[in-house]
């Protein structure tokens, strides 16, 4: 901005936007630790008891890394941003390990072989999720890369709850439901109504 401002360029909004989305665009993707294929899953056969035993796994994988969230990311980097103080970025740390640690658990989770190229969409975008976060990190220092991060973390969270959506909707459709005492009941929240 500072260079197209001092070439006459870039004084108005519009343009100033324009320039920004350029940049952001220019910007390699944030890179996840490991990109997962049907190789990487430890595959079970689509009998009842196996989609079940998936649903309630990926619950308590969830229900284990709670510091994974959206609303822990957009709180830290809103105090961060508000206050321009960048110890409010350290819970971002956290945060990223927590999504990491997602990852891995739910890399471990045996998957029925019908489910298994929606299991892979979800471990790659929590994957690029984590990695969103680690650039999110540099929003005080580096702007362009910070507001990145946040368009590819909340592009990655809609993605997410759309796959998630689809399991729910995948595991219902072959009649398995969840008692209330169970992690997989949390799958109603997905499901459609």
């Known amino acids: 901005l500072s260079n ?9 909004v519009p343009t100033q936007e324009k320039l920004i989305a350029s940049a952001v665009q220019q910007l390699p993707p944030a890179a996840p630790q490991k990109i997962f294929a049907t190789k990487d899953l430890e595959l079970a056969d689509d ?22 969230t959206s609303r822990a990311v957009l709180l830290a980097v809103g105090k ?10 350290e819970a971002l740390t956290y945060i990223e390990r927590e999504y990491e640690a997602l990852v891995n658990d739910l890399a471990k989770v045996p998957v029925p072989k ?9 471990l790659n975008d929590i994957g690029i999720m984590a990695a969103s976060v680690r650039d999110l990190k540099s929003v005080l220092n580096d702007p362009v ?8 973390y909340e592009d990655m969270l809609g993605e997410v709850g759309r796959v998630f959506t689809s399991v729910a909707e995948a595991l219902g459709k072959n ?11 949390a799958w109603a929240v997905f499901a459609s109504p």
């Open 4 to 12: 197209s401002s001092a070439q006459g360029l870039g004084s108005d």
């Open 47 to 68: 009998l009842l008891v196996s989609q079940r035993l998936y649903g309630n796994k990926v619950m308590e994988a969830l229900g284990r890394h709670t510091g994974a």
């Open 80 to 89: 961060a941003t508000d206050t321009n103080n960048p110890v409010e970025l």
């Open 114 to 122: 019908t489910l298994a190229p929606l299991q892979i969409k979800i």
């Open 145 to 152: 890369r910070g507001l990145a991060g946040l368009q590819r």
């Open 175 to 185: 009649g398995i439901l969840f008692n209330k005492d169970e992690p997989g009941a």
